[in-house]
Every structure is written in C-alpha cells, then in structure tokens.
C-alpha cells in the first residue's frame, strides 16, 4: 500500500538516470532532505554540484516519515549537557533552532508548498520515570530561555490528546509539521533552478580516490569524476564497513487512521511522540485523519503485519473506535549508536552525513546546509563546529553484526556501554 504522503504529494519531477561519463564540483550521493539542502545550498553559492539518487529522490526516511518538525536533537539536552558540557549543549540547542529556522525560510523564500504549519509538539510520559525525566529536560530548556516550553500535568495532555494514556508531557509552541515529499520535491526544484544536476535511479556503488579527484562508479559502470564528495544516504549503508558500527538502520511503521465524522478528538492536536519503548507518535494531517506511527520490528515488517500499531490506538483511544485504515507504510531510519548525527570527513574533501535517529526532518535540511559549507570551503559558525567536534560514537562492526535484525535501542545501549566499559569508544 502506498504511503499517505505519496498518494497525496501532487506534481513530482521525472528524474533520468545519468548514461555518460559525468564531471561536477562536488558530487553529492543520497537524494533525501540531506542530498537536496546540500545539493540546493552548492548550487545557489555558484558551485558545479551533481546529486545522484539510487532510486527515486525522497524514496528513503525523507519521503516515509511522521512530517514533525522540531527543535532539539534525538538525545536529550540534559543527557548533551551531562556528556558535552553545558556549554557545547547551548551551541547544539542554537544550531537546532537554526534547523528549524531554515526549513521555514526556506519554505517561505521558495515557496515551497509542503502545509507547512505550526502545531506545537509535546513530548508525552507513560510512565512516573519519564515524567521526572522530561520534567529535567523542561527545567533545563526554561533555565536557557527557551520560553515556548511549557509542562502539561495528566489532566491538561489528557484534555489536549483526547487520550488519558500519559501521565504528563512537555509542551513546546515552537514546533511544525509538514508534508515531507512536497517539501523535497520543492527543495529538488529549487536546487534545479539554480543549476544544481539532479539524478535519479543512478546508485553509486563505487568510489575511488584519484588524486586530486574522487571517481565514482554508478551501477550500469558510468564513472563520474568529482572533486569533493558528500555521502548523504543515511540508514542505507554502503560496502563503507566505517559506517556500519555507526548506524544500525531499522524500520518505523504508519498508518493512516480516518476517524468517524464524530470524533471528539481535539481539533488543534499538536504533534506528539511517546516515551514507551516502541516510540508512538502522531499528528493530524487532514481534519479526519491521523498519522500514527511507531517502531516495527524485523518480523513484523517481513510479514507486512501493521496490526500492532492498530491494537495500540485502541488501547489508546478507546472511544475511537470507528476508524479506517487508509495507508500503512514503512520508512528505514538510522539509528546512531550515541542517538546523535553526524557530520565527518571520512577521507579529504568526502563528507559523511546521517544517524538521525528518527529525529532528522530539521536537523537534515540543516546537515546539508552545513555540508554545502564545508564542501565550498565556507566557514563555518560556533555552533556548527560543537557539532563536528562531536566524535561519532560507535560500535565494532562485528558488535553491530551480532546485534542481529531484531536489535532495541536498549540492546545499542548495552553495546556501546559495553565498547565503552573495554575502552573501544
Ligand atoms: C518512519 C519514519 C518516521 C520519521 N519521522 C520523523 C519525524 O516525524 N520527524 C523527524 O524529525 N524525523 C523523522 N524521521 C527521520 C527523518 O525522516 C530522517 O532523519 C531524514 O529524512 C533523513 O534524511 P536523509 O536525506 O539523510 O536520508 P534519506 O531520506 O533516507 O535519504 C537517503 C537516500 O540515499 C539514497 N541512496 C542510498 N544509497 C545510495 C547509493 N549507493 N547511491 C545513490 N543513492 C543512494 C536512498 O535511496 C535515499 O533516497 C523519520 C524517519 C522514518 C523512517
């Protein structure tokens, strides 16, 4: 079944795969919200950018996700400034509201027609632990002025959610949503206007460095000649076995709920995710229908078996019950092993970018911004480079492999305390 956003994402581009030899500036590989803000910030700065895409652009997490957008990062401010310091967690929390502030620029500056919307989001508690813990996170967001963030008690979040599942949440006015692929393919027309080559079905399957160049092979063994390079694919890892102890790729599952013409679900329901273990979320997206997503495991994806997310709407709004399912879909997101992305230069002038960990709608536009930067030899701002100080948190690939497909966070948890506790991080 097609994903709700696919069925309603109005006009695309037919992108053509690249047949001849191909030489460009920067070559950029991923064609999701990373490749095409890096794409679509080279192009405007005058470089000779080239975007190849395996399949189809926003085909990866970008084109499958929840359409929230919002502050912060996967990892809580409290857990960034306990690890970091609390003066590298500010810069973070400053570049994060850069990322949402550029997706709304852009989206006004190009006119980008997405729904772009702001809803609020609130960050909901299942248990008494994760009220204490998020009311950690709203005590350091007010203490760093962050005003908008404000603490609902059971009876206020079950009034607002129409659910009285949660026992309390923080609230936060400054948060959005949009339609994910109208904002890709509004990005990847913007990048085209301004020169930018974009390719579709074109995988990269080889890169070789030939100095002073990098030379990339594409799967039907066209070679294309770059001078610098961004890798952009995320939870789709290449042969790189470097990325592989980094990123453990796993699936979210959605499903499109209508609800009845009578629902009594709160009209300006803001944007939600839960603190339970499978990570529940959900937004309106149309006045009678609801987005509700969360993790699926590798079973449960392999029989195509979206029962589970049904049974915990039930359980959650009970006194919905006349609902349809329109749509059911998956999305494969990376998780990073410390839930942090990353920026890195692998190798000179070869850029790697992802480990969003399910919370990159914003942060990738940004990535891709700052990718573009460094990929022009631009400089780059403070609180940018807090961010590239950051080392990437990892595994051993052996680890990642024993893991195995049905891996939880807290399985990852217990691998990187393990490399931690033998010193190998
Ligand atoms: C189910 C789900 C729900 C989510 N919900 C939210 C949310 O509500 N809010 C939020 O902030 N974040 C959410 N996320 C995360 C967010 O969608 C991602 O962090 C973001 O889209 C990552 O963008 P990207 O461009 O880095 O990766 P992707 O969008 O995955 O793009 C990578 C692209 O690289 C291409 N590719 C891979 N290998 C090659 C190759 N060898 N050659 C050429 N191309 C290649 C792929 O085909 C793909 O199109 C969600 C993710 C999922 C999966």
Redesign the pocket.
């Known amino acids: 079944m097609a994903s709700f956003w696919a069925d309603a994402e109005g006009p695309t581009l037919a992108l053509t795969p690249l047949k001849d030899t191909h030489e460009c500036e920067v070559a950029v ?8 803000s890096c794409a679509y910030h080279l192009a405007q700065a005058g470089v000779a950018v080239s975007l ?19 502050l912060g990062w996967p990892c809580d401010m409290t857990a960034l400034a306990e690890r970091w310091g609390d003066e590298v967690a500010v810069k973070l929390w400053r570049l994060s509201q850069s990322a949402v502030e550029r997706v709304r620029r852009l989206v006004r500056e190009e006119a980008i027609s997405c729904q772009f919307r702001r809803t609020g989001h609130v960050d909901a508690a299942y248990s008494e632990a994760d009220v204490e813990h998020l009311q950690r996170e709203w005590r350091w967001l007010r203490d760093h002025g962050h005003e908008t963030a404000q603490w609902w008690d059971a009876d206020a979040i079950a009034r607002r959610l129409g659910t009285s599942y949660y026992r309390g949440g923080l609230f936060d006015a400054e948060a959005y949503a949009f339609h ?1 692929r109208q904002y890709a393919w509004g990005l990847a027309r913007s990048a085209l206007k301004r020169g930018a080559h974009l390719f579709g079905g ?4 080889r890169v070789r460095p030939s100095s002073p160049h990098y030379i990339l092979e594409t799967a039907s063994g066209v070679r294309i000649h770059a001078q610098r390079l961004v890798w ?5 890892l ?1 042969a790189a076995h470097w990325l592989r102890g980094r990123i453990l790729p796993r ?4 499903i499109a709920v209508k609800l009845p013409r009578e629902s009594a679900l709160p009209l300006d329901l803001p ?1 939600v995710a839960d603190t339970t273990p499978e990570f529940h ?1 959900f937004s309106r997206v149309l006045p009678d229908t609801i987005i509700f ?1 969360g993790r699926m495991d590798t079973q449960a994806r392999r029989r195509g078996e979206f029962s589970a997310l049904v049974a915990q709407w039930r359980r959650m709004f009970p006194q919905v019950t006349d609902i349809q399912v329109t749509h059911q879909w ?5 998780l990073s092993f410390d839930f942090m ?1 990353h920026i890195v230069e692998y190798a000179p002038g070869w850029w790697v ?2 480990g ?1 960990t ?7 536009t940004e ?1 891709g911004a700052l990718l573009a930067t460094l990929a022009s030899g631009g400089s780059i701002s403070d609180d940018a480079a807090a961010l590239l100080n950051l080392p990437w948190g990892h595994v051993s690939v052996k680890r990642h492999w024993a893991l195995g497909p049905r891996a939880t966070i807290r399985d990852m948890t217990h691998a990187v305390l393990l490399q931690r506790a033998l010193g190998a991080w």
Not at 52 to 70: D, H, K, M, Y
Not at 232 to 236: D, E, F, L, Q
């Open positions: 590989v991923g064609g999701g919200f990373t490749g095409l190849f895409e395996a399949r189809q652009l926003a085909s990866g997490a970008s084109g499958q996700n929840g359409g929230q957008v919002l994910p074109t995988p990269i399957v952009a694919t995320n939870a789709y290449p699936y979210g599952a959605q944007t979320y997503g998956t999305g494969r997101l990376g992305p970018a992802g969003y399910g919370h990159g709608a914003a942060l990738s990535f």
